[in-house]
């Protein structure tokens, strides 16, 4: 198993990456980083893999911890 694996096994890498897109976890549901949310559409879960993944019913967004992180790599200025 490789490190891409592990990070996306860790329930704290995904909360991270939320986080840092400024969405707040609240236990498994959050208003959605990456569209206008009003109410908790969003949310993470662990699939058969084991991997803990990021779902948005609202927008439909929804990927594992790489994805959440390039999503929101994608939304930041340019440095
Ligand atoms: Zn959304």
Same mark, same amino acid.
């Given at each position: 198993?490789? !490190?891409?694996? =592990?990070?996306?096994?860790?329930? #704290? #890498? =995904? #909360?991270? %990456?939320?986080?840092?897109?400024?969405?707040? =976890?609240?236990?498994?549901?959050? /208003?959605?980083? !990456?569209? %206008?949310?009003?109410?908790?559409?969003?949310?993470?879960?662990?699939? %058969?893999?084991? !991997? &803990?993944?990021?779902?948005?019913?609202? /927008?439909? !967004? /929804?990927?594992?911890? &790489?994805?959440? %992180? #390039?999503?929101?790599?994608?939304? =930041?200025?340019?440095?």
């Amino acid at each position: 198993m490789g !490190f891409a694996d =592990l990070r996306k096994r860790d329930r #704290a #890498a =995904l #909360a991270a %990456e939320l986080e840092a897109a400024g969405a707040q =976890l609240k236990g498994d549901s959050c /208003c959605c980083p !990456f569209h %206008e949310d009003k109410h908790p559409s969003a949310g993470i879960y662990q699939n %058969e893999a084991g !991997f &803990w993944m990021y779902k948005c019913h609202s /927008c439909g !967004f /929804c990927g594992s911890v &790489w994805d959440v %992180e #390039a999503k929101s790599r994608v939304r =930041l200025p340019p440095s």
